[in-house]
């Protein structure tokens, strides 16, 4: 059974930095491609950034240059670390692998930015 648990949600100012956790058990983690969504309030889920298992990214263009997406296969721990934050950035973060064809989510981080 694959699960995903997200950490390090919080408010933050505008500004500022914060870093996302995701710890995956249940899959061989180095394996698979793992994703960061997010979801506004009234507003779809969207990709926000993306690391193959042997480490190529993808961002979506509204994070590029102030988000960075990491992992460690040993600790089978993905990570998001955001700066410069901004009140567009405020969502629920989640962590994300298809496994067997199946998206698998964790239950989310809330990132709260004061303008």
């Known amino acids: 059974q694959v699960r995903l648990v997200e950490s390090g949600g919080g408010l933050v100012q505008a500004g500022g930095s914060l870093r996302l956790s995701c710890t995956a058990s249940?899959?061989?983690?180095?394996?698979?491609?793992m994703k960061w969504y997010r979801q506004a309030t009234g507003k779809e889920r969207e990709l926000v950034a993306s690391?193959?298992?042997?480490?190529?990214?993808d961002y979506a263009d509204s994070v590029k240059g102030r988000f960075t997406i990491s992992r460690d296969n040993v600790w089978n721990r993905l990570s998001l670390q955001m700066n410069n934050l901004s009140a567009d950035d405020t969502a629920r973060y989640y962590c994300?692998?298809?496994?067997?064809?199946?998206?698998?989510w964790g239950q989310g981080a809330q990132i709260t930015v004061s303008s």
């Open positions: 690391m193959t298992g042997s480490g190529n990214t």
């Open positions: 994300n692998v298809v496994y067997r064809a199946s998206p698998n």
């Open positions: 249940g899959i061989n983690f180095r394996l698979y491609t």
